[in-house]
């Protein structure tokens, strides 16, 4: 499991995290939700190592991790896709992937991750020898999706997959993130403004508000809370009744 215990961090003399519980566990996916500004890509960073933890602590499969690099953190199975991809554009989608793998320091006679993933994105087959930049938001968020497997994490941070997408690539990209837990045996932390999708998707979830934990339980729980209906969802804060049927 990955554990986020009472965890305070934030930029120069600014505090933006206030003591943040969390839990991760493998074979999950976890929806943090919040608006823009609540601290949802500094709790991404700060588990993933790339910045300090001020107070509190992080714990990794029962070892603590809060002072160790977000190298180390990846070689021992944490690893974050941050928001915005940044994949090499020069090199091909199959060199990006394997290049996963080289950044934890996994080397050897395993099968290329390129290979071993082409079952869950269907655009490795389809484009391996195009080159990243020339690829479309969506295909690019697959490819960065694929590299950050292609280095094995137990855990798998996602901050804000689905920014600058359609919402058909979206839903495309919510299908992926679907078959990579049918698939593989890695939590998944989605870091989501997308609050509706993240929420339909994920099977627990966190409300991130002021750098605090607000509400948090499954994620249909979450949704049907009168206050996320009212401030992420455009609902009118009642919960769905329990008679009649359940909408399509
Ligand atoms: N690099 C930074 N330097 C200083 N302040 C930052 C930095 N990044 C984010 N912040 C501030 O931290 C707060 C939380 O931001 P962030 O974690 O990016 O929110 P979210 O991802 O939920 O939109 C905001 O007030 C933001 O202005
Ligand atoms: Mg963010």
Redesign the pocket.
Known sequence: MLEARDVVS???S?S??HGVDLELDREEIVAVV????????????TLAGLLPLRSGNIILDDTQVGASSSHSRARHGLIMVP?GRRLFAGLTVRENINLGRSAVGKRGSDPEPADVLGDIFPIIKERENQRAGLLSGGEQQQVALARALAGRPRYLLL??PSLGLSPALTTQLFETIARIREHLPVGILL?E?MVDRALALADRAYV?ER?RVVLSGTAADVAASPEVQRAYLGGAGSAPASDGPAAP
């Open positions: 934030g930029y120069g600014v933006v995290l919040g608006a823009n500004g609540a601290g949802k890509s500094t709790l991404a960073r928001e901050d804000e870091v403004q991130v750098g």
